[in-house]
């Protein structure tokens, strides 16, 4: 049950950072640029925060996702793994990670303070094409 609760309050804290993001998009582009978004089930995966690899998260995203049966280029264009923060590494300094046209986005998750407006709408515009502003 509390798992529950805590999956309820994290997609919600989720959902309203992207909501924020994507009327930044739509304000900025005449509303010619919309992002939709699907909040996965919360799942552990066997990596740990301890010094994650950025491929081998991206990796594993990637097999959850198509073994929910959903297809790139078909179902979703572009995939957003929502990570807690890493103790070292690439990621341990926080804020998110993504490429240029590129097809997955990393965002750090803070225990007190969730996503971040600011990196998130950062890191979709990386992912649509444009560079650091
Ligand atoms: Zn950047």
Known sequence: MIDCLAH???TAKIQNIFDQTNQYYQDMS?????????ILPQVQIPISRELPNLNEVDQKTREI????GK???????GVVTVYWKPVN????????WGSVN????????????????????HEVG???????L
Do not use: P
């Open 8 to 10: 309820s309050y994290l």
């Open 30 to 38: 005449w509303n010619q640029f919309t992002i939709t978004i699907e």
């Open 65 to 68: 996702i198509t073994s929910s």
């Open 71 to 77: 297809v790139q280029g078909v179902d979703y264009d």
């Open 89 to 96: 590494g690439d990621m341990a300094n926080g804020g998110g």
């Open 102 to 121: 590129g097809y997955s986005q990393w965002m750090t998750y803070y225990a007190s303070s969730g996503l971040s407006y600011a990196v998130t709408r």
């Open 126 to 132: 990386h992912s649509k094409y444009l560079y650091h």
